[in-house]
């Protein structure tokens, strides 16, 4: 027997839909089979790793927190990715936007004013697309390829956050180690609900982010630009779309929700800047937009599923003792099926059992 | 599928019920948890711990049951740390620099829980710091570098500019200059703990330079091995990496965590755990070498002799008179450097051939 792929003639609306779900159906078969295999019961692991990050309130709060950055930064390298703008380079917009954030907690630690936090929150968003704009510039000036410089950038800007706090913006009082000051309590993002853990209204604000870029593209002339100039550029031309606005359009507005993101982490969750503020968030996005089929609103589910994952697999090492090694190939096996199955959006699987020679003599 | 769910929610429950007591049994158990910023077998930093607790659950069979969390980036721990505190660890190890200010937060929060941070400074009262004088381990090795190189240079593979690397290189140069005054040290910053690439460079640049013994303040055996390749002499660092050169290793220095965290979580058994500051050393056993191979007798005899003067506290490292790299005068004839400068220190001694990066 052999397995065909047909071409569709149009994409399956409904398998649009369900490919996620049968992506993760096959995940969570694989990743029970793995579970058993290593000794655990695999309901018990499934359940430690999808349901009981969730089973209490200050859990869910550190869900958010982690959901926050991935919303934001997929939700804005959607509108890259539909455009045809392949920034991957959102980590080092990330720190970027932190640092630029940074400045007022860092070097004015003294001035308290109820401007304080808001100026973080603009300088964060400037920052991070000034960043992104560089790659803009190279590839609308000099047709540089994106994918390279946006990447490269990443380390540049992981660089100088290295040398910030280890060097100018070193805390005086920290013994020379490698991290900046913590910022007064009124450079800090609100927590929501400080009663039940430690989520900030950097979540709301992914979320009202995330919807606003999703009115942008669906609801907005400028939305059918992004689509038109990314599935056909010639069409958009004739339509009088400038490619080269876009690319610089594409690349800002995710370079500013990145930026955003960076500082809801610092200002938020972790209250200063380290040598390291991101556990590789920028990157995790990428997956996120995909995941989220490159809808904004799809953006906050994927980035919502994809911060359990981390959950669970922290839960499943200290619950299961289930080395991380193996929560990390759980959880390439789940976005592996995932993005495999959309293959069954534009294929159709025929199971045959005509030997392939016949079909080529038929042909 | 529901009949799934419901097996699935029944287990579950289950297991809730079973974790739920244990902490409160007073002092006949205890649940002893680490957080590692590496992967539990990185066969260094990371693994050192790991072989610690390993030991642990070895000394008090079913008394302690001991739980890890590998990989835990240094970003945004805190979240790893709380969900630590709250499935019933008695005692939490948090094992590297970056953990601290997450450790203190989370230690607010949990006043019944310990906790013990590795190699920081802030403490609290249910969180204690503790660390390891691994220069007293430099210094031998300074010792050991001066009366082996011909050519009177080493050199030393750095990771980052904090003051327990400045001690470091520190010690190691004050002890080679006990041996020859005049021995000069070439030091190549890598800028990571772990990166066996940069680090097999950095050795080729020092070997070219013409230094013919090397040491690292890295974890991986990439400089070893590039020492065994050149025929030069190296130093293994956090484990035993005499594999790596079996003719180029001189000596090794060794984390031995075990003993302190045996000590810690019988505390915690007996109810006697108070938050302190520690910083042990060779004297303690946190702290060992590897045998002293591929030297003279003379000169390994000459090593022992000085570990064995750290140990009776016969000798400090850093005892005056030391001089400053700009040439100022650091410790007078006799004066000895407080813990306080120690744990801060952000200046290289004199005869250190490089620029401390500021």
Redesign the interface.
Known sequence: MRIELIKRGTPSATLRYLSPIIGLTLAVITGAIMFAIMGK?P??A???YF??PLT?A??VH?LL??AAPLILMGAGLSVCYLSNNWNIGAEGQFIVGALAGSIFPVLFTGFDSFIVLPSMVIFAMVGGALYAGIPALLKAKFNTNEILTSLMLVYVAERLL?WLV??PWRNPGG?????SV?FPEFARIPQLMPADG?ANWGFIASVIVAIAIWVMLSRTLKGFEVKVIGTSPRAGRFAGFSATNMIFFSFMLAGACAGLAGII?VAG????L???????YGFTAIIVAFLGRLNPLGAIVAGLVLALTY?GG??A???L?I???ATRVFQGALLLYVLACDTLILYRVRFTRTPRATVEAAE | MKTTLLTTLATATALSLTMAPAAFAQQDTAEACFVYVGSATDGGWSQAHDEARQAVDEHFGDAVTTRYVESVPEANSEGTIERLARSGCDIIFTTSFGFMDPTIAVAERFPDVKFEHATGYKTADNVTVYNSRFYQGRYIQGQIAASVSETGTAGYIASFPIPEVVQGINAFLLGAQSVNPDFSLKVVWVNSWYDPGAEADAAKVLIDQGVDVITQHTDSTAPVQEAEARGIKAFGQASDMIEAGPTAQLTAILDTWAPYYIERVQAVLDGTWESESNWDGLADGILTMAPYTNMPDEIAAMAEETEEAIKSGELVVFTGPITKQDGTVWLEEGEVADDGTLLGLNFYVEGVDDQLPQ
């Open positions: 019961d309901a018990v499934l359940y430690v349901v009981e209490e200050w859990s550190e927190i982690k290295d280890r060097g013994m020379n180690f490698p991290e913590r430690r982490e969750a972790s209250g200063q380290r040598p390291i503020i991101s556990p590789g959950l922290e839960a090492q200290i619950s003792q080395s991380d090694k």
